[in-house]
């Protein structure tokens, strides 16, 4: 007991919160321990490699996506002409999404254009609406700016339905819900995501909603027909809590689980110990930030790593090749870095222009999908 409270004090992961305290590091190998699910190995990237026909994606090849729940299973199947479905999300707290937001998304795209399969994007506009205190009308407005940053990423429409929660939910994904909902008892619900006797119902009631997705007859549109398709689900691994409990009502509702590819966190400027956060504008770069403005963020809050003094450095190092051998300075890494993301944001920026709300209303109709599997 004393072992457990020691590390809940040490590192903090649930999906709305993430430190690692005393100014350490998130530690990856103890949230595998304790969410229970597996390291992504070599083997299973290379396996990604020869069923795709493609190099696998920088983010798996850097560890990135560093753990999966059953994404053996879903290559087995594909190896065995089963395809499967896509599904991810993003809460809309903020007017635009930063650099830590891109990632699942980034990913995402090159697993839709690799396996060529179908993709599901959720904006949960309504869980935003409890946790943030903002109006039902905000939600939805900030839904709408995000679909443009994540149409911006470059999903393929003939293959994409990107949805609200305010506008979707109802007939078969409610009815997903409901069974959903039976099969999980508040004190499970507690024992997961650590709600208490303060937080308002809404809360309680909302894990159905995130975990309904995993499921195909929660969209008859698109899989009328496949209601044996199994779901991939690409997120960052602080949303594990929420397909765990899904995991585990899906063989007692009839579906098969969803499989989850888990990245790490992008890390917040100041370091290690948490994550880029809408909550902390400081912490992070976002799509809109101007040229001035990463330069200045990644000079004035990024750390670095470093020693403090160029003759330390000199002498000791850092943390990565060059830098590591302390061949490169602190202010070499910093303006490398500026332009790297200076380009990437600039990239979207032109991207997002040309994403209109005629775009989003065409990715967001609910229609069939023409090319789903071709």
Not at 62 to 73: I, K, L, P, T
Not at 282 to 303: C, H, L, R
Not at 342 to 347: F, K, L, S, W
């Amino acid at each position: 007991m004393e072992a457990q409270e020691q590390e809940e004090q040490e590192q903090l992961v649930t999906p709305w919160e993430v430190s690692a305290e005393k100014g350490g590091k998130i530690d990856y190998d103890k949230l595998i321990d304790k969410f229970g699910c597996q390291r992504l190995d070599q083997s299973l990237v290379d396996r990604v490699a020869g069923l795709t026909g493609r190099s696998p994606h920088v983010f798996l090849r850097r560890g990135v996506f560093f753990a999966h729940r059953d994404f053996s299973d879903i290559l087995d199947a594909y190896e065995k002409g089963k395809k499967f479905y896509l599904y991810t999300g993003r809460g809309p707290s903020s007017e635009a999404l930063h650099l830590g937001h891109l990632v699942p998304f980034m990913f995402t795209k090159y697993l839709q254009d690799a396996f060529k399969v179908p993709l599901v994007i959720q904006l949960t506009d309504d869980e935003k609406c409890m946790w943030k205190n903002l109006t039902v009308e905000e939600s939805q407005r900030l839904a709408r700016e995000n679909a443009k940053d994540i149409i911006a990423c470059g999903f393929d429409v003939s293959r994409t339905f990107i949805f609200s929660d305010f506008d979707y939910v109802g007939g078969s994904f409610y009815k997903n819900m409901v069974k959903i909902a039976k099969c999980v008892t508040y004190n499970k619900v507690v024992g997961i995501f650590g709600f208490s006797g303060e937080d308002h119902i809404g809360k309680v009631s909302f894990p159905p909603v995130q975990a309904a997705p995993s499921f195909p007859s929660s969209f008859p549109h698109l899989f009328s027909v496949k209601d044996d398709l199994r779901c991939l689900i690409p997120c960052a691994i602080d949303q594990d809590p929420y397909f765990r409990m899904t995991r585990d009502v899906a063989p007692r509702i009839g579906y098969h689980k969803p499989a989850l590819i888990e990245s790490s966190f992008f890390p917040a400027l100041q370091g290690e110990t948490g994550k880029m956060s809408a909550s902390d504008p400081n912490s992070a770069i976002y799509v809109t930030d101007s040229g001035k403005d990463i330069k200045n963020k990644i000079n004035k809050y990024a750390f670095s790593g470093g020693q403090d003094s160029i003759e330390n450095h000199r002498k000791y190092g850092a943390n990565l090749e060059e830098y590591g051998a302390g061949r490169l300075l602190t202010g070499e890494v910093k303006k490398r870095l500026i332009e790297v993301l200076t380009e990437m944001v600039e990239r979207h920026r032109r991207a997002r222009a040309v994403a209109t709300d005629e775009m989003v209303e065409a990715f967001m109709a609910i229609r069939p999908l023409p090319n789903m599997f071709n």
